[in-house]
Nanobody, 119 residues
Framework: QVQLVESGGGLVQPGGSLRLSCATS????????MAWYRQAPGKERELVAL???????EYADSVKGRFTISRENSKKTMYLQMYSLKPEDTATYYC?????????????WGQGTLVTVSS
């Protein structure tokens, strides 16, 4: 079963913008903590941004002021709006969801979408 589907990746020039989306059909969406992670070749996966079920947000220092994470619960979709992209933003971006139903903890991942920033 596919629970998270990312989209929106692609090739952009430095200074450009891109919006990533992560959609699900899961009934758990509105109560979940959602996050974007990224992983560049040869580097560890890192947290880019997160948004709680109450829409509180947190960002990695490297993207503060440039990226905005948001969610639209009616569409069960999370977004990452990226501005002023830099070559070092090049990575595969992964959607993550964390939620608890009763005593069951779920931590799930999308398959990733590639963002390449290059001139």
């Amino acid at each position: 079963q596919v629970q998270l589907v990312e989209s929106g990746g692609g090739l952009v020039q430095p200074g450009g913008s891109l919006r990533l989306s992560c959609a699900t059909s899961g009934v758990w969406f509105s109560s979940s903590r959602m996050a974007w992670y990224r992983q560049a070749p040869g580097k560890e996966r890192e947290l880019v941004a997160l948004i709680t079920s109450d829409s509180m947000t947190e960002y990695a220092d490297s993207v503060k002021g440039r990226f905005t994470i948001s969610r639209e619960n009616s569409k069960k979709t999370m977004y990452l709006q990226m501005y002023s992209l830099k070559p070092e933003d090049t990575a595969t971006y992964y959607c993550n969801a964390y939620f608890v139903v009763g005593s069951r903890v779920s931590d799930i991942w999308g398959q990733g979408t590639l963002v390449t920033v290059s001139s």
